[in-house]
């Protein structure tokens, strides 16, 4: 008997049944638990509605970052998020970051098996993207003195990173004479070199030259797991790893680590061989071998010194050459503010000698410019997961269960209408008070906030602010062609930086 000849009663019935069961299923996805966020199924609102289902997978699939914004601006700072039945958090807005980040639960990070398998060889190593609990402790805190003494330390890091400027500014100047170079090609890629150096310096390893090939090889190793688009997602839906395409994308991640990985060993190896105790440290490297050999913890395996160098590049490099990046981009967009900054640095700095940090206090619009830029076109708005693993959580109100990962949305407040005004103009001024002095929001929080906030903020500050400040005193940028200037559009996975473009150099003098 066909479905057409089903008595009314019959039909009654089973639309009933089909009804209830839909509503189960739609509980158990959308209110799993008790006092929950409200929920969104692969950015489904939770009132259904084909139309804005449609325009939010597009969305999703054209930028993620643009549809968390939307999503936590319709549905509130905490929703749930329900992907291949893995239910996670995401977590915006300022005062629900800043509840979220000061509890000492949420320093762990859920254990996430392909997020391993691609960063650390399936291990929960190092202090960085993949790990909490009692080896991140020690490893982080480790890490941060390590970075404060390299700092301060004889060969201060400050001396690197100016002594990069200079070799930048030179090569600059070079090309231009010699090859009457007056357009860059992508941009972006050019600044990848200086900055991956710096990071070399800060492990204590020595300099690449623009012309190595070795640097580019290593900064498209860390862009293959940086820059994917789909490495978010294929860690949050369980076993997609095993299908088509995400299989291959899978893959070259592996490979492209494996291989950034066999140049960390082999620098590894050699400051080892030539190891001295007794001569001031090199690097991170050097402070590492010195931990290790005085037993000062428990975790300071010769696989950590590996994964904890490997977190200061994923997270050191990409970050600040897509910053230094976004500030040219912004620069050729709006030359009004570009002459300004230069303005400043001629007035207070002139030309005769290099701009150094010391300078950034009697450079204010420059300072403003730089945090404007980081706060429009941030590198990493999107944190990587944590979890309370030892009880369920109340943040805002809402419950949310041990074991749930949570990921923070901080461009939800670098870019929301609640703290900043016209919070999509680029406008550097908005830094200053009434009385023309700089001020510094609570909302910018571009380095995250809380315990796991970012360890290499004073890094990036100083290095930002000696690159950018070296080439605004001695070039100025602008697009190639006028007429078809870049686009701000940010794109990346992990991390975010602007569409490489092309930038005509003119020296200043
Ligand atoms: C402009 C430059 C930079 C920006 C905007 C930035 C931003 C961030 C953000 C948003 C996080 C995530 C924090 C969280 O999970 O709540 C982070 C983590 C981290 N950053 Fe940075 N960062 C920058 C430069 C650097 C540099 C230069 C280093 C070191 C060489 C560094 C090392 C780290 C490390 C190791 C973590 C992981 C910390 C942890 O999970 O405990 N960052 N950074």
Not at 65 to 83: C, D, V, W
Not at 296 to 323: H, M, P, R, V
Not at 484 to 509: A, D, K, Q
Request: hydrophobic share 40%; proline share 7%; charged share 25%.
């Amino acid at each position: 008997m066909s479905f057409a000849e089903q008595s009314p009663l019959t039909v009654g019935i089973l639309i009933i049944v089909i009804t209830l069961l839909l509503k189960k299923i739609h509980k158990a996805i959308f209110a799993p638990w008790e006092n929950c966020p409200p929920g969104v199924i692969l950015g489904m609102p939770s009132s259904f509605n084909p139309v804005k289902v449609y325009q939010q997978v597009q969305l999703i699939s054209s930028s993620p970052l643009k549809a968390f914004h939307q999503m936590i601006q319709e549905n509130g700072p905490i929703i749930r998020i329900s992907t291949g039945g893995n239910i996670a958090v995401l977590l915006g807005g300022l005062e629900a970051i800043k509840e979220f980040s000061s509890m000492e639960e949420t320093t762990a990070r859920p254990y996430n098996k392909t997020l391993l398998d691609l960063y650390s060889m399936g291990e929960p190593l190092g202090f960085g993207i993949g790990i909490g609990g009692p080896r991140w402790k020690e490893q982080r805190r480790f890490a941060t003195k390590a970075l404060k003494d390299l700092y301060e330390g004889q060969r201060g890091l400050e001396e690197k990173i100016q002594r990069e400027v200079y070799h930048t500014i030179q090569d600059l100047r070079e090309r231009i004479a010699r090859d009457k170079m007056r357009v860059l090609a992508k941009t972006g890629t050019y600044f990848e070199v200086p900055n991956l150096n710096v990071i070399w310096g800060l492990v204590g390893a020595s300099r690449y030259t623009f012309e190595d090939a070795e640097p580019k090889k290593q900064f498209g190793y860390l862009r293959t797991l940086l820059g994917e688009k789909l490495a978010g997602p294929m860690t949050f839906v369980p076993y997609i790893n095993s299908v088509p395409p995400f299989s291959r994308i899978y893959k070259n991640i592996i490979n492209a680590m494996d291989s950034f990985r066999e140049t960390l060993i082999r620098v590894i190896a050699e400051q080892k061989a030539t190891f001295d105790e007794s001569n001031p440290p090199r690097g991170y490297i050097d402070l590492f071998l010195k931990a290790q050999k005085e037993g000062q913890g428990e975790f300071f395996t010769n696989k950590d010194l590996l994964i904890g160098c490997q977190d200061l590049f994923i997270a050191g490099s990409e970050t600040t050459s897509s910053s230094l990046t976004s500030l040219i981009l912004y620069m050729i967009l709006y030359p009004d503010v570009q002459k300004r900054v230069q303005q400043e640095i001629d007035d207070r700095v002139g030309t005769d000698r290099e701009v150094t940090f010391a300078d950034k206090a009697n450079l204010p619009f420059t300072d403003a410019t730089i945090m404007e830029v980081r706060r429009i076109a941030s590198p990493f708005p999107v944190t990587p997961p944590r979890a309370s693993m030892t009880k369920d959580l109340v943040i805002g109100g809402y419950t949310i269960p041990k074991g749930v990962p949570v990921q923070l949305v901080l461009y939800s407040v670098l870019r929301g209408k609640d703290y900043w005004e016209d919070p999509d103009k680029f406008d550097p001024d908005r830094f200053f008070d009434d009385h023309g002095k700089l001020v510094v929001p609570e909302a910018f929080i571009p380095f995250s906030y809380g315990k796991r906030r970012c360890i290499g903020e004073k890094l990036g500050i100083v290095s930002n602010f000696i690159f950018f400040a070296n080439l605004m005193q001695n070039f100025s940028f602008s697009p190639e062609d006028p007429k078809n200037p870049p686009s701000e559009e940010l794109v990346g996975g992990l991390t975010y930086c602007p569409e490489p473009f092309n930038v005509r150099i003119t020296p200043r003098f």
